[in-house]
């Protein structure tokens, strides 16, 4: 794609950066098939072609986002199915983060869903105040059925339809906290290695049990495990909302202590249980190129970062006697680790290998419709694309379904009556620990 930056606009690195992204694009549109939204809406607008060249005209003419521009990137899930289908590699989520960013500074949303946005960024990546909401959430849910409900799906929802869609979210009830930053828990027998595991914000109010599953396993294979103290959210939740300053002050905490606890122990890996903080931890280094003092350590974070999965390839799971041959796991491919990360046969390998039936979900490549805060901000939409996937993983009968990624599993359980597990979950019983109970 052509494009008319001056030198004067290129010698700023993030439109350097665009440059660079949008060159690549040949405009072929094969991305448009795997798009949800185009899938859903029909909108070149909501494709990702559409959405390159609204970026373009924007950041090329150097003109304030218009409400228009907003709305389709708003639509956009961060999905990145898009990446994984364009043959000419062009680096979206680099593109639509730095729109997203261009909108936060240069757009003003009218005043109800700024507050509804501030809320959102301000709560979420806080376990004790994200706890305190959900308690708050679960006793406004008998409001939520005299909210009005859309007859048809609207791509622009109304606030109060997005106040519906949070309080929809909350669960019934919550489980105790799992143990806090700064706690070490030792291997059991000779030492093999010694990671960090992301504590995460909303997973460790909503399921404990996922990271527990993870240190159950890990001793039990000689890891070392450490939850390092003052460790922030990822920044991955403001990230996506557009507030890059938020962001990038989390990514920089998080590297100090990150780096402060290799110092002391050392640290083989910083393994992540949740696919869409670990996609964020891994773009630190990109995220802070600039940053005199912290790109160096920013891609040594974002070399250690893991995926359970990838470490857990690297080590020789020992599977118990238990018998799981005949329990048919449907394996939900979260974007954010198949398009963002790249891992696709990982997590199916490795539940294989330790006795479960796993079953592909057709139109895998599809998003649930979670994405962040995108059931809440987008919510007709993120039903549509949740009852969607739903019915594809019915298709394979599964006795249970297994996710890499919290707000996948939140999203997926609030459809079926299946059971939602994480993938560590179902590893960590196959080389004996306890089956997953779901709370
Ligand atoms: S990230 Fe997902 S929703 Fe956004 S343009 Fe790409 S495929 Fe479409
Ligand atoms: S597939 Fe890639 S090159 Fe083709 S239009 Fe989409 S982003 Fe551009």
Redesign the pocket.
């Known amino acids: 794609m052509k494009t008319e930056f001056s030198l004067a606009q290129l010698a700023d690195p993030d439109i350097a950066e665009a440059d660079k992204i949008l060159r690549?694009?040949?405009?072929?549109?094969?991305?448009t098939a795997t798009c949800p939204t185009y899938v859903l809406l029909g909108d070149e607008l909501d494709s990702?072609?559409g959405r390159?060249y609204l970026i373009k005209e924007m950041l090329e003419k150097n003109r304030p986002p218009t409400q228009e521009v907003v709305k389709h990137i708003d639509r956009c899930l961060s999905c990145l199915a898009?990446m994984t289908?364009?043959?000419?590699g062009?680096n979206?989520m680099h593109l639509v983060d730095q729109a997203r960013a261009r909108i936060e500074t240069d757009y003003t949303r009218p005043l109800a869903e700024r507050a509804l946005r501030a809320v959102l960024a301000w709560v979420l990546p806080r376990p004790g105040l994200f706890r305190a909401s959900m308690i708050l959430a679960r006793l406004g849910r008998p409001l939520a059925a005299l909210l009005p409900t859309s007859k048809t799906a609207s791509p622009s929802p109304t606030l109060l339809r997005r106040i519906k869609a949070m309080l929809a979210l909350a669960p019934s009830r919550l489980p105790a906290s799992g143990p806090s930053g700064g706690t070490t828990f030792p291997p059991l027998g000779a030492r093999r290695g010694r990671v960090a595991l992301l504590q995460g914000c909303a997973q460790q109010v909503l399921a404990p049990r996922i990271n527990q599953a993870a240190i159950n396993l890990l001793t039990r294979h000689g890891i070392e495990v450490v939850l390092v103290k003052d460790e922030q959210c990822c920044g991955a939740l403001t990230h996506h909302l557009g507030r890059d300053g938020d962001a990038l002050a989390a990514a920089r905490a998080n590297i100090t202590v990150w780096l402060e606890e290799a110092g002391r122990g050392g640290l083989d890996a910083i393994l992540v249980t949740t696919s869409g903080c670990g996609t964020v931890i891994k773009d630190y280094g990109f995220m802070l190129r600039e940053d005199r003092d912290f790109a160096s350590p920013a891609a040594r974070i974002s070399a250690l970062a893991k995926d359970i999965t990838e470490y857990l390839g690297g080590i020789d799971l020992r599977p118990s006697q238990q018998q799981h041959g005949d329990i048919v796991v449907a394996y939900h491919s979260a974007c954010s680790l198949q398009h963002g990360q790249k891992i696709t046969q990982l997590p199916k390998e490795l539940l294989s290998k330790s006795g479960f039936v796993v079953k592909d979900v057709p139109e895998s490549h599809l998003c649930c419709g979670s994405a962040g805060t995108y059931n809440i901000l987008q919510p007709d939409i993120a039903s549509r694309l949740r009852d969607r996937k739903v019915a594809n993983i019915a298709m394979v009968k599964p006795d249970m379904i297994a996710a890499g990624n919290i707000g996948c599993m939140v999203q997926i359980a609030g459809g079926t009556s299946v059971p939602v597990v994480h993938t560590i979950e179902l590893l960590d019983w196959a080389t004996g620990g306890a089956k997953p109970g779901l709370s």
Request: a positive charge; charged letters at 5%.
């Open positions: 690549a694009c040949v405009h072929c549109g094969f991305c990702p072609r390159i898009c289908t364009c043959p000419s062009v979206y």
